[in-house]
C-alpha cells in the first residue's frame, strides 16, 4: 500500500506530513454520538463489530486525513481477563473486579484472544471498508498502564495501589506485567493477522513513574512486546506512546520500535535533537489549541512543522486524543492546515 503516513513511520519518502488524530472516531462527532446512543453504551459499542467499523469510518468520511484506526478500547484485555469492565458517566473507566492480592494475579489467564474476537471482526470489517484506501492502525494499552487500572479499579491521581505494589511487592508487580505483556503481544499479533497496517503502544500512564521505574517496569515491557512482534512479524511498523514521556526518547529509541509519539510537553525539534533520525517522530500539537480560533491553529500547525528538520520521519498528531467539546469545524482546520503548509 502506497501511504504517506505508512512512509513516513518507516522514514521514507513522503509528498506532504501525514497527519492522524488520537481520539479521532469520538465524542466531537455528532454522527458518533448518534451511534453510541443507538448501541446503548460505550462497550456495546465496542463489541459490536459493525457498529465499531461505522464510527472507525466516520472521521475518514468528514476529513481528509492519512490513517484510520481502530475503534476500541485500551482495556479491553482485563475485561477479558475477567475484571469486568464498565463505564460511569463522567468517571471513566471501572472494574466490578479489581486486582487485590498476589493470588489475584496468580490466577489470571494470559490466552485471553478467543474472547477478545469481537476486536479482530472489527479489524477486518474496517479493513475492507476501508478497500486500500489508508492504512489501518491497530492498538493496545501498555502492560504498565494496564496494570495501574487493574489494580486500581478505575482511574487515579496518585497510583497509591500499584506504587504500594511496586514498592513493597515488585516480584508480584512483575508478574502481572509480564503476563500482560504476553497478553499484548498475541493480541497486537492477532489485529496484524485481521488486517491491521500499524500497531500503537499506548502508554498513558508511564509519565507518573521515575526515570529507573519508568525503564524497569513500563519501557521494559514495551520492548519485549516490541521484540516478540518484531520476531514474528518485522515488516509491522510499531510506534510507542508514553504520555510525559519525552525524558525517556533515546531508552525508547532503543527498544527497536519504529516511532515514538511525544505529547505537547516537549517540543519536536527537542525530540529529534535527542534521538536524531533513528526513529519516526509522531506528535504534538497541545489538544487545547483545538479550541482555537482558525488563524491560531494554523499558526501553531506552521510552528511545529518549522521544527522538523527532516524530509521524512514526521506524523503530525495531537500531544493526545481531541476533546469531546472541540467544534469539527476546527479538525477540519487543522487537517487542510497540515497538507498546506507541508507539501513537498
Same mark, same amino acid.
Given at each position: 500500500?502506497?501511504s504517506?503516513?505508512?512512509?513516513?513511520?518507516?522514514?521514507?519518502?513522503?509528498?506532504?506530513?501525514p497527519?492522524?488524530?488520537?481520539?479521532?472516531?469520538?465524542?466531537?462527532?455528532?454522527?458518533?454520538? &448518534?451511534?453510541?446512543?443507538?448501541?446503548?453504551?460505550?462497550?456495546?459499542?465496542?463489541?459490536?463489530?459493525?457498529?465499531?467499523?461505522?464510527?472507525?469510518?466516520?472521521?475518514?468520511?468528514?476529513?481528509?486525513?492519512?490513517?484510520?484506526?481502530?475503534?476500541s478500547?485500551?482495556?479491553?484485555?482485563? #475485561?477479558?481477563? !475477567?475484571?469486568?469492565?464498565?463505564?460511569?458517566?463522567?468517571?471513566?473507566?471501572? =472494574?466490578?473486579?479489581?486486582?487485590?492480592?498476589?493470588? #489475584?494475579?496468580?490466577?489470571?489467564?494470559?490466552?485471553?484472544?478467543?474472547?477478545?474476537?469481537? +476486536?479482530?471482526?472489527?479489524?477486518?470489517?474496517?479493513?475492507?471498508?476501508?478497500?486500500k484506501?489508508?492504512p /489501518?492502525?491497530?492498538?493496545?494499552?501498555?502492560?504498565?498502564?494496564?496494570?495501574?487500572?487493574?489494580?486500581?479499579g478505575?482511574?487515579?491521581?496518585?497510583?497509591?495501589?500499584?506504587k504500594?505494589?511496586?514498592?513493597?511487592?515488585?516480584?508480584?508487580?512483575?508478574?502481572?506485567?509480564?503476563?500482560?505483556? /504476553?497478553?499484548?503481544?498475541?493480541?497486537?499479533?492477532?489485529?496484524?493477522?485481521?488486517? &491491521?497496517?500499524?500497531?500503537?503502544?499506548?502508554?498513558?500512564?508511564? !509519565?507518573?513513574?521515575?526515570?529507573?521505574n519508568?525503564? #524497569?517496569?513500563?519501557?521494559?515491557?514495551?520492548?519485549?512486546?516490541?521484540?516478540?512482534?518484531?520476531?514474528?512479524?518485522?515488516?509491522?511498523?510499531?510506534t510507542?506512546?508514553?504520555k510525559? !514521556?519525552?525524558?525517556?526518547?533515546?531508552?525508547?529509541?532503543?527498544?527497536?520500535?519504529?516511532?515514538?509519539?511525544?505529547?505537547?510537553?516537549?517540543?519536536?525539534?527537542?525530540?529529534?535533537?535527542?534521538?536524531? #533520525?533513528?526513529?519516526?517522530?509522531?506528535?504534538?500539537?497541545?489538544?487545547?489549541v483545538?479550541?482555537?480560533?482558525?488563524?491560531?491553529?494554523?499558526?501553531? +500547525?506552521?510552528?511545529?512543522?518549522?521544527?522538523?528538520?527532516?524530509?521524512?520521519g514526521?506524523? =503530525?498528531?495531537?500531544?493526545h486524543?481531541?476533546?469531546?467539546?472541540?467544534?469539527?469545524?476546527?479538525?477540519?482546520?487543522?487537517?487542510?492546515?497540515?497538507?498546506?503548509?507541508?507539501?513537498?
Amino acid at each position: 500500500m502506497q501511504s504517506d503516513y505508512l512512509n513516513a513511520l518507516l522514514k521514507k519518502p513522503v509528498s506532504r506530513t501525514p497527519i492522524w488524530v488520537m481520539r479521532q472516531a469520538g465524542r466531537y462527532l455528532p454522527e458518533y454520538r &448518534a451511534v453510541r446512543k443507538r448501541a446503548g453504551d460505550f462497550m456495546s459499542l465496542c463489541k459490536n463489530p459493525e457498529l465499531a467499523c461505522e464510527v472507525t469510518m466516520q472521521p475518514l468520511e468528514r476529513f481528509d486525513l492519512d490513517a484510520a484506526i481502530l475503534f476500541s478500547d485500551i482495556l479491553t484485555i482485563p #475485561d477479558a481477563m !475477567g475484571l469486568g469492565l464498565y463505564f460511569s458517566e463522567g468517571e471513566g473507566p471501572k =472494574f466490578t473486579n479489581p486486582l487485590r492480592s498476589a493470588a #489475584d494475579i496468580e490466577k489470571l489467564p494470559t490466552d485471553v484472544n478467543n474472547d477478545l474476537s469481537y +476486536v479482530f471482526d472489527a479489524v477486518g470489517a474496517i479493513k475492507t471498508a476501508l478497500d486500500k484506501r489508508l492504512p /489501518l492502525i491497530g492498538f493496545s494499552g501498555s502492560p504498565w498502564t494496564l496494570a495501574t487500572y487493574m489494580l486500581e479499579g478505575g482511574s487515579s491521581k496518585t497510583f497509591s495501589n500499584t506504587k504500594k505494589m511496586l514498592l513493597n511487592e515488585p516480584q508480584t508487580l512483575h508478574l502481572l506485567l509480564d503476563k500482560l505483556a /504476553l497478553s499484548v503481544a498475541a493480541y497486537l499479533r492477532q489485529q496484524v493477522l485481521s488486517g &491491521a497496517d500499524s500497531l500503537m503502544i499506548f502508554d498513558t500512564w508511564g !509519565g507518573v513513574l521515575s526515570k529507573q521505574n519508568y525503564l #524497569d517496569f513500563s519501557l521494559n515491557y514495551m520492548a519485549k512486546i516490541v521484540k516478540i512482534l518484531k520476531a514474528e512479524q518485522a515488516q509491522i511498523p510499531i510506534t510507542l506512546f508514553s504520555k510525559n !514521556g519525552g525524558k525517556h526518547l533515546p531508552q525508547i529509541a532503543d527498544t527497536l520500535c519504529d516511532g515514538v509519539g511525544i505529547d505537547w510537553t516537549i517540543e519536536l525539534s527537542e525530540a529529534q535533537a535527542q534521538i536524531g #533520525d533513528r526513529l519516526a517522530i509522531q506528535g504534538n500539537l497541545d489538544p487545547a489549541v483545538m479550541y482555537a480560533k482558525p488563524p491560531i491553529i494554523e499558526a501553531e +500547525v506552521k510552528k511545529i512543522l518549522s521544527q522538523f528538520t527532516g524530509k521524512t520521519g514526521h506524523i =503530525f498528531n495531537l500531544g493526545h486524543g481531541i476533546n469531546p467539546d472541540v467544534p469539527p469545524e476546527n479538525m477540519q482546520v487543522l487537517v487542510e492546515a497540515v497538507h498546506k503548509f507541508s507539501l513537498k
